[in-house]
T-cell receptor, first 116, second 113 residues
């Protein structure tokens, strides 16, 4: 079956521009996560969706970052007025609802964002 | 402050030997721990996990040990194979209804033939 897919795989933009990153989770997975991985670091949590609603957006660094999941499947991470410090790999993950005993999240390949 | 720490950025072992990757955590609310493996240009892939009510979980060549009193876990790979060469991330979850993961910085494992 298809895994988590993310588009584009690479995005180069200029400082101040707006970007959208897309995530297609595994079919039927109700939980969706966005993480950001900077060079030499582990992935850092940004936002968690359960269905259509953002259950936890505490990891979003500031109000330039916003994410939506209008139909409970595909999600888009939106970054306004990009800054050089936003350059990182943005990872999306999904998992089934109600996983007993823990949370195995399935990750996509990521989108590498470079802000010049 | 880093709640999940992997203090060894890299580890090199010979094929056939044991690889031991270590992880420490500070948040006592964490109740589920996972190891992920990552190849370049790919997303992390789930490897093995352990609940805080257990102290050991084994899956084939991979075993994870949890010492709650020391807030320490380790991943043992026996025997190590060249295909195991990758970055290994330790991650922790606080459980409940929000399973967001907190990751360490990773350890690059190189298994030499």
């Amino acid at each position: 079956g298809a895994g988590v897919s993310q588009t584009p795989s690479n995005k180069v933009t200029e400082k101040g521009k707006y970007v959208e990153l897309r995530c297609d989770p595994i079919s039927g997975h109700t939980a969706l996560y966005w993480y950001r991985q900077s060079l030499g670091q582990g992935p850092e949590f940004l936002i968690y969706f359960q269905g259509t609603g953002a259950a936890d957006d505490s990891g979003l660094p500031n109000d330039r970052f916003f994410a939506v999941r209008p139909e409970g499947s595909v999600s888009t991470l939106k970054i306004q007025r990009t800054e050089r410090g936003d350059s990182a790999v943005y990872l999306c993950a999904s998992s089934p609802a109600g996983v007993a005993g823990g949370n195995e999240q399935f990750f996509g390949p990521g989108t590498r964002l470079t802000v010049l | 402050d880093q709640q999940v720490k992997q203090n060894s950025p890299s580890l090199s072992v010979q094929e056939g030997r044991i690889s031991i990757l270590n992880c420490d955590y500070t948040n006592s609310m964490f109740d589920y721990f996972l190891w992920y493996k990552k190849y370049p240009a790919e997303g992390p892939t789930f490897l093995i996990s352990i609940s805080s009510i257990k102290d050991k979980n084994e899956d084939g060549r991979f075993t994870v040990f949890l010492n709650k009193s020391a807030k320490h876990l380790s991943l043992h790979i026996v025997p190590s194979q060249p295909g195991d060469s990758a970055v290994y991330f330790c991650a922790a979850s606080g459980g409940g209804s929000n399973y967001k993961l907190t990751f360490g910085k990773g350890t690059l494992l190189t298994v030499n033939p």
